[in-house]
């Protein structure tokens, strides 16, 4: 029950098992990282955007659509792009929707509640807590 193991669950697995100890606590790190939320991949997908051969663009004309605080909104916020939390068609829309049937509370208070809550169990604090740029229901192309 609850969310499918998140990407890195299985390099953070191995480094736990050849450190012996808390994943990522190593002083060199052992496994490399990359996809979201890790930096290297939006600088990898910023410089394939960019025309003008350098990889330079804009990041205030950039934004990172997606329903996943753990891996598309940390991402986008922690490289400096704006970012669209698509709430109803993802993995936290049956937490926003228990809480709507739980509480009887309006939407946007459920959803500000999912979104402390992923604050307050990362232990994120100030500046760290995440804060999308935009939400929204549903997203269509």
Request: charged share 25%; aromatic share 8%.
């Amino acid at each position: 029950k609850g969310l499918p193991p998140m990407p890195g669950a299985i390099g953070d697995a191995y480094e736990k098992y050849l450190n012996m100890g808390e994943a990522g606590s190593h002083p060199h790190p052992l496994v490399k990282r990359i996809g979201k939320p890790y930096p290297e991949v939006y600088d990898i997908a910023l410089s394939l955007c960019s025309g003008d051969g350098k990889g330079d663009i804009d990041r205030s004309r950039v934004i990172m659509v997606g329903d996943a605080l753990e891996t598309d909104i940390t991402g986008g916020t922690r490289s400096n792009i704006d970012t669209l939390w698509v709430v109803d068609d993802g993995i936290h829309a049956p937490f926003v929707e228990e809480l709507m049937k739980e509480n009887g509370t309006e939407y946007e208070s459920c959803v500000e509640t999912v979104l402390d809550g992923f604050n307050d169990s990362k232990q994120y604090t100030g500046d760290e807590r995440l804060r999308p740029t935009f939400v929204t229901k549903h997203f269509q192309w």
